[in-house]
Nanobody, 123 residues
């Protein structure tokens, strides 16, 4: 089992920045990622990091604005979000899996989920 606890959400104006954190405990998760879900919409992939092979993955909508990183010693993953837009408003979920290979962009590939943290971007 892997337990995930997110933090760092909040309210920010468009163009601003926020950093989300996800602390993992329990079994080792080789891939950790972030998904987001806006009201009335599906939970969509945002970014992922496969630390065993050093690969990063981003959705097209956040590429160039968001950066995912991992601090191995603390078993924590971060999502630095810059140039935020109102359309980034959503509940952001941390996810983890023992998978090292695959698309790593599908909800079905992740076995463990955090409780979610709200990010609201005002215009």
């Amino acid at each position: 089992q892997v337990q995930l606890v997110e933090s760092g959400g909040g309210l920010v104006q468009a163009g601003g920045s926020l950093r989300l954190s996800c602390a993992a405990s329990g079994r080792t998760a080789y891939t950790m990622g972030w998904f987001r879900q806006a009201p009335g919409k599906e939970r969509d992939f945002v970014a992922a990091i496969n630390w065993s092979v050093g690969s990063l993955y981003y959705s097209d909508s956040v590429k160039g604005r968001f950066t995912i990183s991992r601090r191995n010693a603390a078993n924590t993953v971060y999502l630095q979000m810059n140039s935020l837009k109102p359309e980034d408003t959503a509940v952001y979920y941390c996810a983890a899996t023992q998978r090292r290979y695959g698309l790593l962009r599908l909800r079905s590939e992740y076995d463990y989920w955090g409780q979610g943290t709200q990010v609201t971007v005002s215009s």
